[in-house]
């Protein structure tokens, strides 16, 4: 290959790197798109490294606990291989805060402390919410398209593993308030919620998808 091919070559190379760059970049809600050049790596991306064939089970095992712990990230076969967990505060109208409208945020669950229901303890809703996304890439999406009834969810502390099973899937119009999300009494569950139907703008959706899921063994 000549000097003049290989700086022709050299060149396409580097506007595909750009576009892709600037398209990742803009999906989503997100109202000031940054790069995503710092959070490139998949601890960045709210999701774990991949682990050897001999490690991942032992990740996702069940395990028992004594008393209620601080979640650090979910795990759910199929959907995240172990998605952190952040917690901000609830808005001006007294809504459970929600990820970071960014890359890394669309691959993360907000955990509602406000609530004050933690994993491992004997009754209550643990609340979490997600993202759904534009382009239908982030956490919310996937758990519409792949967490269903009887599917196992794993919360994971500092040393703790907790194994929930997914005993209910609710689609709700986004205009109902839906209390049983909120539940302080009653047995221990996981509720986990995401906007999903049809995006009509900026953070508006048709509807919301939740999932009340029980410990199990």
């Known amino acids: 290959m000549n000097r003049s ?14 576009v892709g760059l600037v398209s990742l970049s803009r999906a ?15 601890a960045a991306l709210g999701e774990t490294p991949t682990l050897s064939a ?3 089970p032992e990740r996702s095992a069940c395990g028992k606990v004594r008393h209620g ?15 952190s967990i952040v917690t901000p505060p609830r808005d001006a109208n007294n809504i459970p805060g929600t990820p970071p409208l960014t890359t890394a945020g669309k691959s993360m669950f907000a955990w509602d402390t406000v ?3 933690r994993p491992g303890d004997k009754k209550g809703n ?16 996937r758990m519409v398209a792949s967490l269903h009834k009887g599917d196992r969810v794993v919360v994971v502390g500092d040393r703790q593993r907790l194994c ?10 986004a205009t109902a308030m839906m209390e049983r999300y909120y539940e302080t009494d009653g047995p221990p569950r996981l509720a986990i919620l995401t906007c999903s139907g049809t995006r009509l703008g900026p953070g508006v959706w048709t509807k919301r998808t939740v999932w009340f899921a029980s410990p199990a063994a």
């Open 28 to 42: 989503g809600d997100d109202p000031a798109p940054r790069s995503i050049a710092p959070e490139a790596t998949p």
């Open 164 to 173: 929930y099973r997914v005993t209910e899937r609710v689609e709700v119009p």
């Open 115 to 117: 609530l004050g229901t």
């Open 69 to 83: 712990f601080v979640p650090r990230e979910i795990v759910i076969p199929g959907v995240t291989k172990g998605a």
């Open 126 to 141: 643990v609340a979490i919410n997600a993202h759904a996304w534009p382009d239908h890439s982030a956490l919310g999406d």
């Open 5 to 18: 091919a290989k700086l022709a070559a050299a060149a396409a190379v580097a506007v595909l790197i750009v």
């Open 54 to 56: 001999k490690a991942q």
